[in-house]
């Protein structure tokens, strides 16, 4: 009996291990890679992304984490490490990470940015306006990136199949180019798409934007019956959103953010958005394909993912007795559902 | 009439029975064609809705491997159809099985040919197994990528059964035609011999023999109806099955997506154009006469097609109650585990004898 089952081990360990080494021998017949990712604040959602989808199609790569810890000085010291032990490829997260590693275009030649390891980056609100690509298609830098923000011209699509706006509010900061150039944009769909903008700038007061200006901006785009007010990428809009929602709930009018964060702390009405892990994985497949399908960066295009989500949140939804319809609620993340009263 | 032969008399049963058996194959072929498309769009829809509600998992920012409740999601597919065998997902980097009913499976490799069909399919790949078919379809991520293949087993015997009941009953019907026209000609012949008896001479008068004539051609005309309609209601007799298991699935899957909204905190009572989706699936599935979405009580709150006509009521009692040849399946919506109202589905069984007119 134990010769039996000593028999039985040896069978068991034998194809085991051949099952296993078969698995290992896959990985192994392509050339390990090494790849650098920079953080701003730690590996979070895109980061994990990124790394399970590398995972996933069992590519053999080391990876090495580096977090900035939101200091720009580290930043230096992670191109002066990349200079002396290049990657195979440099991976960041966000637009100042980028900007600071890779440095902006016009300035590509410059000795104190990463030049000679091929990038991707990922989470870069506008990497044309902030000067980092001169475009998204066609561009000549070593790099290509995964976008997180849905372009304007979808989200507003979308938004129409919830609410048919024929009016879009719209306040910003004008000091921040980012929401500048956003509101430009919008403003160039607003007759193809058949709807007016009706945009307000905050005004400053003591050379800073003025939060209290926020609920008269409000009014005045109640007055012009506006049916939607759009909640751009601007941090000032963003830090203050809990007094552009409470001023536009109480006109009933509803707010359409950019990002899920207002939407999730019940400013904002609703967003269609990417998902960070889902950002990440589709850096890994740009990074993968740089790696070991041998296609050069530049030649990668910069793009976000294809699908967005449609979130929305059921008790603003309540509060404004504006229900997103039924077509789009059947693929949506819903957030803050109410608690059903008992009958 | 005056020259008729009995090599005229054959002629006209052998092309009466090559009439009769050619309607019966043209009625068989109309409706296991049916059969085949109800079990086709069943498996299609259940793979459709599979690929849906896993496609949005992944928006949301899951990992395919990760995802928590994807075995209840799939014992649901399960148990909503009784052919269909086993439900799973493989994973497409590895082709191993992530999660599935048959727990067997889970962790294995999936068999080559499913992999490779999935891998060349953008849509729904069909492969034969011994024991019955295989349907799978791919998974993709948000960025376009095949993450996975959801794939259903299911068996093929129930259709099989039907079939062959469908080709007993075109045989045994095309018979009874065939018997009617020879019933017919031979009396017919009699009839001429009969005439040229003296016994029988008083046929040899116009008005016998119109008269025996018109028995026998109202005989015919009032039989072919009769027959035709044992035709249609034979083959309908074995496509109820077909139809019921169809109306379940779809009914199911309504009622899933409407009690999904209704947890969401949409009131029922005001869903926001539920009925464009429900219009949706009624052209997708044309056999399908009407989908009512109704409160507890049976009000009808939303309505795609035209329910009326399925339903009468008893003019003593004003019970309502559905008519013969329609079929109605029900799905309760529940919400917070009440039970908000009712999903029905009504399907009219002779919408095939409807197409071959």
Redesign the interface.
């Known amino acids: 009996m134990k010769r039996f089952s000593s028999f039985l081990l040896s069978f068991f360990v034998f194809f085991g291990a051949g099952a296993s080494l078969r698995a290992q021998e896959e990985d192994l017949s392509l050339p390990l890679k090494k790849v650098y990712m920079v953080f701003w604040n730690g590996c979070e959602e895109a980061c994990r992304g990124f790394q399970d989808y590398l995972k996933a199609v069992r590519l053999p790569v080391e990876v090495s984490v580096r977090d900035a810890g939101k200091d720009k000085e580290k930043l230096r010291e992670f191109v002066e490490e990349i200079r002396k032990t290049p990657p195979d490829l440099l991976v960041t997260w966000g637009t100042l990470t980028a900007l600071e590693m890779l440095g902006p275009e016009r300035e590509s030649l410059s000795d104190r940015y990463v030049r000679s390891v091929p990038a991707v980056f990922m989470v870069v609100s506008q990497p044309v306006e902030s000067g980092l690509v001169s475009g998204l298609v066609t561009q000549g830098r070593n790099m290509t990136g995964a976008l997180h923000l849905v372009p304007a011209a979808e989200q507003l699509q979308l938004a129409r199949q919830f609410i048919p706006f024929k009016r879009l509010g719209i306040i910003y900061n004008p000091e921040e180019t980012n929401a500048a150039v956003t509101v430009e944009q919008i403003k160039s769909y607003a007759p193809l798409m058949s709807f007016e903008t009706v945009d307000r700038r905050i005004p400053l007061k003591n050379g800073k934007p003025d939060p209290s200006a926020i609920a008269e901006l409000v009014d005045e785009l109640a007055e012009q019956k506006v049916d939607l007010i759009y909640l751009g990428t601007d941090a000032f809009m963003n830090a203050n959103r809990r007094l552009l929602a409470e001023a536009a709930f109480a006109r009933g009018i509803p707010v359409f953010s950019a990002s899920e964060s207002a939407v999730r702390s019940g400013d904002a009405l609703f967003a269609f958005v990417h998902r960070y892990y889902n950002v990440g994985q589709l850096a890994g497949q740009k990074a993968a394909k740089i790696l070991w399908e041998g296609l050069s960066a530049y030649d990668i295009p910069i793009e976000p993912p294809q699908r967005p989500l449609f979130v929305v949140n059921m008790e603003t939804a309540a509060k404004l007795n504006v229900y997103p319809p039924f077509s789009l609620l059947s693929g949506a993340d819903v957030v803050g559902i109410p608690e059903r009263s008992g009958e | 009439m005056r020259y008729l032969r009995l090599s005229h008399a054959v002629l006209a049963v052998f092309l009466w029975c090559a009439a009769s058996f050619a309607f019966t194959g043209t009625c068989f072929v109309a409706y296991d064609e049916a059969a085949a498309e109800l079990h086709r769009s069943r498996v299609r829809e259940e793979l459709s809705e599979l690929r849906?509600t896993f496609?949005?998992e992944?928006?949301?920012?899951?990992?395919l491997?990760r995802l928590k409740n994807a075995a209840a999601v799939l014992s649901g597919y399960k148990t909503a159809d009784s052919d269909v065998s086993a439900v799973s997902v493989f994973?497409f980097?590895?082709g191993k099985t992530l999660f599935g009913t048959r727990s067997s499976r889970v962790g294995g490799s999936v068999p080559v040919e499913w992999y490779e069909k999935c891998r060349v399919t953008d849509d729904i790949f069909v492969h034969g197994e011994k024991d019955g078919k295989v349907a799978g379809t791919p998974i993709v991520?948000?960025?376009?990528?095949k993450s996975g293949c959801a794939v259903v087993e299911y068996k093929t015997d129930s259709y099989e059964t039907g079939r062959e009941a469908m080709m007993a009953a075109a045989f045994r019907s095309a018979s009874s035609f065939s018997a009617v026209g020879v019933l017919f000609f031979g009396l017919l012949a009699l009839l001429f011999f009969f005439k040229r008896q003296p016994r029988f001479s008083f046929l040899n008068r116009p008005l016998y023999r119109r008269s025996a004539f018109g028995i026998l051609l109202l005989f015919v005309l009032l039989a072919t109806p009769a027959a035709v309609t044992s035709v249609f209601s034979s083959f309908e007799a074995v496509l109820k099955g077909a139809i019921a298991n169809k109306a379940g699935v779809v009914a199911e899957i309504v009622r899933a997506?409407v009690s999904?909204?209704a947890?969401?905190?949409?009131?029922f009572k005001?869903?926001?154009?539920?009925e464009?989706?429900l219009d949706g699936i009624r052209r997708q599935h044309p056999e399908i006469s009407f989908i009512l979405l109704t409160d507890k009580s049976g009000r009808v709150l939303y309505e795609s097609g035209s329910a009326v006509q399925a339903f009468e009521s008893d003019a003593t009692t004003g019970k309502v109650s559905l008519r013969d040849g329609f079929y109605n399946a029900a799905e309760p919506v529940v919400?917070?585990g009440?039970t908000e109202g009712w999903v029905q589905i009504g399907v009219r069984e002779r919408f095939v004898r409807e197409k071959i007119f």
């Open positions: 849906r496609q949005t992944l928006d949301k920012g899951e990992s491997a994973d980097p590895t991520n948000s960025f376009g990528e997506r999904k909204a947890e969401s905190g949409l009131p005001s869903l926001q154009s539920v464009p989706y919400a917070g009440k």
